[in-house]
Nanobody, 125 residues
Framework: QVQLVESGGGLVQPGGSLRLSCAASTSRNYVMGWFRQAPGKGREFVAGISRSGGATYYVDSVKGRFTISRDNAKNTVYLQMNRLKPEDTAVYYC????????????????????WGQGIQVTVSS
């Protein structure tokens, strides 16, 4: 099992930046992902990264603005969010999925067994 704790959320103006962190009790054998849920909407995949960190995948709406990365030595995954828009406002969740494969990325929430508690990101002037 793995425990996940997100940090780094908050209020930011449109066009600003935030970096979310997800500290894991262990991450070595896990595909990691970030999801978000806006008020009144379902949970949406945002970005995912393979065990090795060599493969990443993003939802179209954040491509070119968000970057997912990981530091396996620190068991931490990051989501750098730049040029934030009001429509990025949501609760952001870190998730982990155990896998044997080093290079796959997973995008479906049902493929992730472990979730953080979520952290609020609000983009507003």
């Amino acid at each position: 099992q793995v425990q996940l704790v997100e940090s780094g959320g908050g209020l930011v103006q449109p066009g600003g930046s935030l970096r979310l962190s997800c500290a894991a009790s262990t991450s070595r054998n896990y595909v990691m992902g970030w999801f978000r849920q806006a008020p009144g909407k379902g949970r949406e995949f945002v970005a995912g990264i393979s065990r090795s960190g060599g493969a990443t995948y993003y939802v179209d709406s954040v491509k070119g603005r968000f970057t997912i990365s990981r530091d396996n030595a620190k068991n931490t995954v990051y989501l750098q969010m730049n040029r934030l828009k009001p429509e990025d406002t949501a609760v952001y969740y870190c998730a982990a999925s155990e896998t044997f494969w080093a290079t796959i990325v997973r995008v479906r929430s049902e493929e992730y067994a472990y979730w953080g508690q979520g952290i609020q990101v609000t983009v507003s002037s």
